[in-house]
Each structure stands twice: as structure tokens, then as C-alpha cells.
């Protein structure tokens, strides 16, 4: 059974940074799509960074420039780089993981959740 643990969540003020990182346990083959999301309270979850099976990356257009998604396959874990951090940035995230996919597509909905971490960024 495919386990997701996300950790590295914490309050922060404004233009701070914080990495979060994304751990799987009993990785299946032929899953290498993996991705970030949150949900800000009242908010639906949205996608926020993902890695396709080709290594690309994709970002949303709030944190494009700001986030850096990347992650060790030896470790089988998943990682987000946040800098600038805004108030608007305060979420619970999520990630996503063992999402089946070819080239840059991913089947999201087939994903393993963690149960998410927490980032609050105050002003």
C-alpha cells in the first residue's frame, strides 16, 4: 500500500521561504507523475507545480518564479522550494503522488494523497 507523507510546513512572515518535502512509501513502477496542491480555507484545491514522466515541470501562474518543484528518485521523494512567500500563500498542501502519466500528461486522477502540511505566511 502506496503511503504519502508531506512535512516541512510551518508559519513564516512575507518574503520568507520554506522547502516542503513529499516522501513515498511502497512506490509502485510506471508512476512518475508527481505534483503539489493546496487548499486555502473556503477555496477549492488547486494545482499548484507538477513533474510529467518527460521531467517537465509546470507551474501555476500564481507561484511561477517563486516555487521550484523537484525530487530524488533515489529517495523517492518529492520537494517544493517556496520563496517570496505572500499571505496569499497560506494553505494547507498537498501532494500528489504514484500518478500514472506518458510524456508531459498525468492521470491526476489516480493519485495517492498525503494528508497534507500546513503554511501560513503572516504580514
Known amino acids: 500500500q502506496v503511503q504519502v507523507v508531506e512535512s516541512g510546513g510551518s508559519s513564516v512572515q512575507a518574503g520568507g521561504s520554506l522547502r516542503l518535502s513529499c516522501e513515498v512509501f511502497?512506490?509502485?513502477?510506471?508512476?512518475?507523475?508527481m505534483g503539489w496542491f493546496r487548499q486555502a480555507p473556503g477555496k477549492e484545491r488547486e494545482p499548484i507545480a507538477a513533474?510529467?514522466?518527460?521531467?517537465?515541470?509546470t507551474y501555476a501562474t500564481s507561484v511561477q518564479g517563486r516555487f521550484a518543484i523537484s525530487k530524488d528518485d533515489t529517495k523517492n521523494t518529492l520537494y517544493l522550494q517556496m520563496n517570496s512567500l505572500t499571505p496569499e500563500d497560506t494553505a494547507m498542501y498537498y501532494c500528489a503522488a504514484e500518478v500514472p502519466g506518458l510524456g508531459s500528461m498525468c492521470n491526476w486522477d489516480a493519485a495517492a494523497w498525503g494528508q497534507g502540511t500546513q503554511v501560513t505566511v503572516s504580514s
Open positions: 513533474i510529467h514522466s518527460d521531467r517537465s515541470t
Open positions: 511502497g512506490k509502485k513502477e510506471n508512476r512518475p507523475c
